[in-house]
Each structure stands twice: as structure tokens, then as C-alpha cells.
T-cell receptor, first 117, second 110 residues
């Protein structure tokens, strides 16, 4: 059971370039989300999805696009990267409605380190 | 979701209990208290959650006050590997907009 898988783990971009961070989960979770974490700070929610075809904005959505064409995948797109988007990005998933003893707990990927120069 | 307040940092001696407080004075009746931790450079890890009763699992215990305005996460026998940032989050049962604050940086010392 792979859980939540993020790729790539490390990426360096030039300002203005575009890229997609991939996220996949094999737990049949309906809910998926993306967070960013800047040095010394907590996680901030970028976008989330409660099911295929449904997405919504979190705290810091500007500069990012998402789509949810399948239950398993939730890619995060940076259309024109900026140095302010240098951060560690975490993808997460959760069952919705809650299933099992852990209810609405959220499972995180290992993170993607992005540097924009 | 209700806002939470945690101390920015705490120390604990190895082998002793670590008690991490969290204030959530504006919590509403259908909101749960969740605890996660993040060990350096890793994704956050679920620890425990509860509504109003005290909870215990293999990792920790969660003590929620009777008025539900605060809670305490207890690591009964802290080890060096428990050094991490601990996040207290209040979240509605069906609300998927889970937001993390700055958390408490726990340092377990030998």
C-alpha cells in the first residue's frame, strides 16, 4: 500500500516557467488537498477537492491551479513560477465521509521541495 | 473552524511524560480536536483525535477539558524520536478545510 505519493521530490524552476506537481493516492479517498510550508512556518492550505470533478480554494490559492479528473490523482499546477513560490509542498488525502476508526484523519505525502530562481 | 493557541516551544526530558497544551476557547459542539506532528522535513503524521471524551492510543493520550475549551496531548514516555512540531487542530466533522497553525516545537533532551 503506497499511500500518498508525490513527484518530483525536488525541483528547481526559473521564474516564469510552468510545472506540475503530481499527487496520487491508492486508498480510494475522496478528499485530497495541497499545502505549502515555508521555512519555520506551519502548513497553509492551497486547494482541496472533495471528489472527482470538484475543487475549492484554501488559504493561499493564488498562482496555483488544480484539477481532479480521477479519484486517485490531484495535480498542482504552477502556470508562471515566482520566487515567492519557493516552498515545500505537501499533498494529503482523507476518506469522505469518514471511514474506519480514524474518521476524518488526513494522510500526507513526503513532500516536494520546489525552488524558483 | 475554531482557532487554536499553542506555546511555540517546549522541552522535555527523555523518558518523562510530555504534556502539550492547546487552547480552543471558541470550539463548537460538532468540532473535533486533532493532533498531528511533523518530524523534520517529513509529512505530518496523525497522532490522535477526540470530541469530548479522553482518548488513548498506542502513541499518545488526549485529555479534553469538560468545557472543551482546551486539551492536552500526553506522550507518556518521551523519546528522542518524539522531537517534532506538534499541531493542534480543531475541525468540524464534515469540514475538509483543515488548517494548521504554527504548532509547538517539542524538543526531547537526553
Amino acid at each position: 500500500n503506497a499511500g500518498v505519493t508525490q513527484t518530483p521530490k525536488f525541483q528547481v524552476l526559473k521564474t516564469g516557467q510552468s510545472m506540475t506537481l503530481q499527487c496520487a493516492q491508492d486508498m480510494n479517498h475522496e478528499y485530497m488537498s495541497w499545502y505549502r510550508q515555508d521555512p519555520g512556518m506551519g502548513l497553509r492550505l492551497i486547494h482541496y477537492s472533495v471528489g472527482a470533478g470538484i475543487t475549492d480554494q484554501g488559504e493561499v490559492p493564488n498562482g496555483y491551479n488544480v484539477s481532479r479528473s480521477t479519484t486517485e490523482d490531484f495535480p498542482l499546477r504552477l502556470l508562471s513560477a515566482a520566487p515567492s513560490q519557493t516552498s515545500v509542498y505537501f499533498c494529503a488525502s482523507s476518506p469522505t465521509p469518514p471511514r474506519g476508526a480514524r474518521g476524518n484523519t488526513i494522510y500526507f505525502g513526503e513532500g516536494s521541495w520546489l525552488t524558483v530562481v | 473552524d475554531a482557532k487554536t493557541t499553542q506555546p511555540p516551544s517546549m522541552d522535555c526530558a527523555e523518558g518523562r511524560a510530555a504534556n502539550l497544551p492547546c487552547n480552543h476557547s471558541t470550539i463548537s459542539g460538532n468540532e473535533y480536536v486533532y493532533w498531528y506532528r511533523q518530524i523534520h522535513s517529513q509529512g505530518p503524521q496523525y497522532i490522535i483525535h477526540g470530541l469530548k471524551n479522553n482518548e488513548t492510543n498506542e502513541m499518545a493520550s488526549l485529555i479534553i477539558t469538560e468545557d472543551r475549551k482546551s486539551s492536552t496531548l500526553i506522550l507518556p514516555h518521551a523519546t528522542l524520536r518524539d522531537t517534532a512540531v506538534y499541531y493542534c487542530i480543531v475541525r468540524g466533522y464534515n469540514n475538509n478545510d483543515m488548517r494548521f497553525g504554527a504548532g509547538t516545537r517539542l524538543t526531547v533532551k537526553p
